[in-house]
T-cell receptor, first 110, second 112 residues
Framework: KNEVEQSPQNLTAQEGEFITINCSYS?????LHWLQQHPGGGIVSLFM?????KKHGRLIATINIQEKHSSLHITASHPRDSAVYIC????????????WGAGTKLIIKP | DAGITQSPRYKITETGRQVTLMCHQT?????MFWYRQDLGHGLRLIYY???????DKGEVPDGYVVSRSKTENFPLTLESATRSQTSVYFC???????????FGPGTRLLVL
């Protein structure tokens, strides 16, 4: 079993829908990251969380440390949100290495 | 160019050949990383470097060699390429004490 599991693997939705992508992890962590990989391949960091909730524009990330679970929400989804969303965690015992989820491929249809 | 760049962006090579992928960053970030990305897998760390002349193995280092003689450069060498090394390779960097990694555009490598 992978230490970081994302669900769903693939998600197709209509423009305007509220999107939720989930990330569950099995290790103790000191930080959790959400990243976006564009269709062209570029990877950018969206959020880093150690507790609570963060919001940036239409993106909201939450984390529940007790349940070892994080969610990434997209409100009023748009075709330009189509991308692979990746969750990664830094375990409490690591200074450098992140443990990566396999990603969720999101397609938003107009 | 400012930022983090990788070259080449695309490479086709043959089994047994030596290949070097270049990574260059202009931020003077201390940490640099090499990842490979394959279908069905998350990013997997090959090697990382905490500073010039300090490198260490990641999750999948076999068949790869790195060096870091200058802070801004972190080349990755496949000493004798194998088909299993066909992948997309990403370089990343970050500041000491900060979590966010900044990624290069990737290099698509095909080993025939």
């Amino acid at each position: 079993k992978n230490e970081v599991e994302q669900s769903p693997q693939n998600l197709t939705a209509q423009e305007g829908e509220f999107i939720t992508i989930n990330c569950s992890y099995s290790v103790g962590i000191s930080a959790l990251h959400w990243l976006q990989q564009h269709p062209g391949g570029g990877i950018v960091s969206l959020f880093m969380l150690s507790s609570g909730k963060k919001k940036h524009g239409r993106l909201i990330a939450t984390i529940n440390i007790q349940e070892k679970h994080s969610s990434l929400h997209i409100t009023a989804s748009h075709p330009r949100d189509s991308a692979v969303y990746i969750c990664a965690v830094r375990s409490g015992g690591s200074n450098y290495q992140l443990i990566w989820g396999a990603g969720t491929k999101l397609i938003i249809k107009p | 160019d400012a930022g983090i760049t990788q070259s080449p962006r695309y490479k086709i090579t043959e089994t047994g050949r030596q290949v070097t992928l270049m990574c260059h960053q202009t931020w003077s970030h201390s940490y640099m990383f090499w990842y490979r990305q394959d279908l069905g897998h998350g990013l997997r760390l090959i090697y990382y470097s905490a500073a010039a002349d300090i490198t260490d193995k990641g999750e999948v280092p076999d068949g790869y060699v790195v060096s870091r003689s200058k802070t801004e450069n972190f080349p990755l060498t496949l000493e004798s390429a194998t088909r299993s090394q066909t992948s997309v390779y990403f370089c990343a960097s970050r500041w000491t004490g900060q979590e966010t990694q900044y990624f290069g555009p990737g290099t698509r490598l095909l080993v025939l």
